[in-house]
């Protein structure tokens, strides 16, 4: 029997795709909209069957997206926010209150004050006070429940099932492209801070036998840390994303350093509506910037 085509997306399908997707696979979504895995199945087989194509990889094992699927999470985000703005806007009450957020320095370059503009806009009644730190100092915060919000990086190993990913991050070695690397003496490096997880990982990482690294240099902007590098003043770790012509990736000689996964985290007291709302607006637009990033055919 032939299916008729879809005429209508049902929300919480989408809600169902949007957490697959935020929470890396059905049994994290399951556990977060308080559904049974085989409920988030039948959602997404019944979104396939309606529009014809594929939403999930099965061959990724299940979190991964499809094209198709990509698309249809980027449409899904954008009805849901506009779904829970419609309804902020509509009901009686409109959402106040006051959210603490903390964000790296990083995040605050690319893009999201302007999602914290937006998001000032639609819910003018929520006060939104954030600050900028390295990531470990934000998770202390989330944990000693100072911030409500957190926007950080963390090794992607060490995702919670609750929090949501952003952007995926290989991280690099990195030289300038004449910069001599001599093992048989201390090699300067150069880290971000002494807080910085990148500087933890690499001091502990299994360096070659007889390497020692120094630290000569620490500095919470990344355009600092490459300009350091690009003047062969040492080496670095820096995510893909800062890499320039003037620097070149060291390979075969350190540890292969594990991937960063930019994520939101909310601290164990702070579900309310609001919090919800702005981990919303943040969440829809980085996956519209990953589909919109997509190659096309």
């Given amino acids: ?27 994290r ?6 559904l049974s895995q085989s409920a988030i199945s039948h959602k997404v087989k ?21 094209p198709e699927g990509e698309q249809l999470l980027t449409y899904g985000r954008r009805i849901l926010a506009i779904h829970e703005e419609a309804l902020s806007n509509l009901a009686r009450k409109p959402l106040k209150g006051r959210i603490r957020l903390g ?12 999602i914290l503009g937006r998001f000032k806009r639609h819910y003018p009644d929520i ?41 995926h991050t290989p991280l690099h070695w990195v030289k300038a492209p004449d910069y001599p690397l001599d093992l048989a003496k ?47 003043l040492g080496i670095a770790l820096v995510g893909e994303h800062c890499l320039t012509n003037n620097i070149a990736i060291i390979t075969d000689i350190f540890p292969q350093p594990p991937s960063v996964a930019t994520i939101i985290r909310t601290s164990r007291n702070a579900h309310n509506a609001a919090v919800r709302a702005l981990k919303d607006s943040i969440t829809s637009t980085f996956s519209t910037r990953r589909a919109s990033a997509l190659p096309t055919a």
């Avoid at 979504?29 to 308080?34: E, G, T």
């Avoid at 360096?207 to 000569?216: A, H, K, M, V």
């Fill in 186 to 232: 201390p090699v300067p490096f150069l880290a971000f801070a002494p807080d910085c997880f990148y500087h933890h990982w690499a001091m502990q990482s299994g360096l070659p036998d007889g390497c020692r690294l120094e630290t000569i240099l620490t500095c919470a902007s990344s355009n600092a840390i490459i300009s350091a590098v690009s003047a062969q």
């Fill in 46 to 66: 019944r979104l396939e069957d309606g529009l014809g194509y594929g939403i999930l990889d099965r061959r990724a094992g299940g979190s991964k997206f499809t």
């Fill in 103 to 114: 964000m790296t320095e990083d995040m605050a370059n690319n893009g999201l004050p302007e």
């Fill in 127 to 167: 006060a939104v006070t954030t600050t900028t730190a390295q990531s470990l100092h934000i998770e202390q915060q989330l944990d000693r429940r100072e911030i409500d919000i957190g926007v950080m990086d963390i090794f992607e190993h060490q995702k919670r099932p609750s929090d949501a990913q952003l952007r």
């Fill in 29 to 34: 979504a399951a556990s977060h909209l308080a």
């Fill in 1 to 27: 029997m032939r299916l008729m085509p879809m005429t209508r997306l049902d929300i919480g399908s989408l809600e169902a795709i949007c957490a697959i997707a935020d929470h890396g696979g059905i049994t």
